[in-house]
């Protein structure tokens, strides 16, 4: 039972809060003045007898205590709002709200969606993409049902469930045509280090990673053209340019497939990152949730993951 002095509208200004990460910002999002904001958070922290936020000098950012609440309050305040939206319409159970990383977008994610829709054609999905940060922080808040995708080492993942469904290496590949293929002798770090490169965003665990191969190879990081998260311009960029991509293996799958681009043999990670999806454990799976995961995990059963398999 929730204590007496706790109300609907503490947690909901707490999430807002949680979510913009200032009093201000919250207070306009909720229609109400910023001391009022400030007032109904400090009566929350008065009646729970912690601190929620740490008062920065631009915002505020959520404290354990606070994580800790947010991942329940989130849910329970997001299954509210389903339960009201249930009375006004009778399919709100029909709806998968998923956040994919762009290794999946492309490749996995489809398949999976083709299957689920041949026997269930009433469920409907909302595809949102975005990095694993932005998209586990929605997952918390309960804006999103499952988040999908390469992510297993990320930070922010550690008070969610995560279900392994399979490795994949993160690779290194160019044009069909392009310079450094002519080469003689072996293709070494140093040689492909002369080119330019397309790689993931910093703040992405596939930038973290490509940032250990440096390290660990010695070598000077190379120079950078592009720095994107998106598969058709790192794509089309690469066959146009001299440029390396280093991208997780399922984005290159169909390119590697009809010998429009080949692999580098640089090695840059050992077994490969994990793909899966993530689950807030407080918040309840939905039939429609219950029947996609079912699909994935059948159709990453037999999902090809390294050339050999193709």
């Not at 490749?107 to 054609?121: F, I, N, S």
């Not at 689950?279 to 993951?305: G, H, M, W």
Request: with cysteine; aromatic share 6%; glycine share 6%.
């Amino acid at each position: 039972m929730i204590h007496s002095p706790i109300k609907l509208r503490h947690l909901v200004a707490f999430q807002e809060v949680a979510r913009l990460g200032r009093f201000k910002s919250a207070a306009e999002a909720l229609s109400i003045t910023q001391p009022g904001v400030s007032k109904t958070i400090r009566e929350l922290e008065d009646s729970l007898g912690v601190a929620l936020f740490e008062r920065l000098p631009r915002g505020v950012r959520l404290t354990p205590a606070g994580r800790t609440l947010l991942r329940h309050a989130a849910p329970a305040l997001r299954s509210l709002r389903e339960g009201i939206d249930a009375i006004r319409q009778d399919n709100a159970d029909s709806v998968v709200r998923l956040g994919a990383l762009s290794n999946v977008e492309g490749g996995l994610l489809p398949p999976v969606l083709d299957r689920l829709h041949r026997a269930h054609p009433q469920l409907r999905m909302e595809v949102d993409t975005g990095t694993s940060a932005a998209l586990l922080a929605r997952l918390r808040l309960g804006e999103l049902d499952l988040v999908l995708g390469r992510m297993s080492e990320a930070e922010e993942i550690r008070d969610l469930q995560f279900e392994h469904l399979y490795y994949e290496p993160l690779i290194a590949v160019v044009r069909r045509d392009h310079p450094l293929l002519g080469l003689a002798q072996a293709v070494d770090t140093d040689a492909v280090i002369a080119y330019p490169w397309v790689v993931p965003p910093r703040g992405t665990t596939l930038r973290e990673q490509l940032e250990r191969f440096w390290v660990e190879q010695a070598a000077q990081p190379p120079r950078l053209a592009l720095e994107t998260l998106s598969l058709p311009l790192s794509s089309r960029y690469v066959q146009l340019s001299d440029a390396i991509w280093v991208t997780p293996f399922d984005t290159a799958r169909e390119a590697l497939q009809a010998g429009d681009m080949v692999r580098l043999p640089q090695q840059i990670e050992l077994r490969g990152g994990s793909v899966g999806y993530a689950v807030n454990s407080s918040q309840p799976l939905s039939t429609a949730v219950r029947l996609f995961c079912n699909e994935l995990q059948s159709v990453a059963k037999t999902y090809p993951t390294h050339e050999t398999d193709i």
